[in-house]
């Protein structure tokens, strides 16, 4: 790798801004080239980051070979198709949550990058976050004994959306469940595993997609009651119980910067600020692995985003909820 990490943005909405801002953040990373179907979206975008190219379509950065790693950003129908177009392309990939739009998706993307020997990373920036991967530690250590309850939910109110957009529109794989219960759902998993049985319920909206998931996880002696909506707030506090405490992680736990312990009486609260949104931390990751040659994460492994995607296939399978592109 040269000095500078050379990084390329494919979907230049909101995120993608939100994640260069954090990239300025990280000393050996740099925006080198950004890329639209509109191109003058992509040199409005470029001049405003420095980036040395905008491109007017994705194939030009792929092919760009100034450009070390391309961060997906586009909405979720369209992450498959252009993570495994740049990994033909020898290009590492950081492709945004979820990663895919079912498994047979990430199966395909897994394959590629293994066959064109890159990295692959699905961007769920909350593994990476400070105050997450310190409560994970303190868990695994046993700090509050036996884990025996997760609460974790994700909610706001999105039904005065434009119907057309990402979160209502099945065209688009919208609904609660990809968008936003993905992160219920990691927390779970992240602690407990993958469960033995999974129980599901959906309303569903009159597009067709669900705005209101509850989920209850089964494990041998814990259970993890989640929720994803679309209809209102939701508090989004997490919980986490074992034998001898419990840990909150506090709102919005998903980009949290404190968690508090509750163990024998008492509570004690630690705050881990944040340098930027918290998108640096995921970028950091990316590059320790590029760095050391590593085609994947240890800490959130390709076999990671298959579980997960596995557990959504799952729960939308039992509530019914199927894409027109997958019928």
């Known amino acids: 790798m040269k000095e500078k990490i050379r990084w390329g943005i494919v979907g230049l909405g909101n ?18 080239a950004v890329a639209s179907r509109d ?41 498959a198709e252009l993570s495994i177009e740049a990994m033909k392309q020898g290009r590492n990939v950081l492709c945004e949550k979820p990663m895919g739009i079912n498994r047979a998706e990430v199966e395909k993307m897994i394959a590629v990058a293994r066959e064109n020997k890159v990295f692959l990373m699905e961007a769920l920036w909350s593994r990476f976050n400070p105050s997450i991967r310190k409560v994970k530690d303190l868990i695994d250590g046993g700090i509050i004994g036996d884990i025996a309850y997760i609460h974790a939910d994700f909610a706001f109110y999105a039904l005065d959306r ?7 529109n099945p065209g688009l794989a919208g609904g609660s469940l990809l968008d936003i219960g993905i992160y219920p759902i990691f927390l779970a998993y992240l602690i407990l595993g993958y469960p033995e ?19 209850i996880f089964e494990y041998p002696n814990a259970q993890a009651i989640l929720y994803s909506g679309l209809t209102s707030n939701s508090e989004m506090k997490a919980q986490i ?9 506090a709102p919005r736990w998903h ?4 968690y508090s312990i509750e163990k024998n009486d008492e509570v004690e609260n630690v705050q881990l600020p944040k340098k930027g949104k918290g998108y640096e931390y995921e ?6 692995c590029l760095m050391k040659g590593e085609l994947e994460s240890k800490l959130w492994s390709l076999k990671h985003t298959y579980d997960l995607m596995r557990i959504m296939d799952d729960i939308r399978q039992q509530t019914g909820v199927v894409f027109p592109f997958e019928k």
Not at 15 to 32: M, N, P, R, S, W
Not at 197 to 215: C, E, F, N, P, R
Not at 241 to 249: I, K, W
């Open 162 to 168: 434009n119907e057309k957009g990402r979160l209502l």
């Open 15 to 32: 995120i993608a801004q939100k994640f260069v801002d954090d990239l300025k953040l990280v000393a050996d990373g740099e925006l080198t």
């Open 197 to 215: 049985k999974i129980l599901a319920s959906s309303k569903i909206y009159k597009t067709g997609v669900d705005i209101q998931t509850s989920m």
């Open 39 to 79: 191109i003058e979206k992509a040199k409005h975008f470029g001049a405003l980051n420095n980036a040395k190219y905008a491109f007017g379509s994705y194939n030009e950065l792929f092919n760009c070979e100034d450009v070390d790693v391309v961060y997906i950003a586009t909405p979720h129908t369209s992450h």
């Open 283 to 288: 970028i950091e990751e990316v590059h320790r």
């Open 255 to 258: 980009e949290t910067q404190e």
């Open 241 to 249: 119980s074992g034998s001898e405490g419990t840990v909150y992680l």
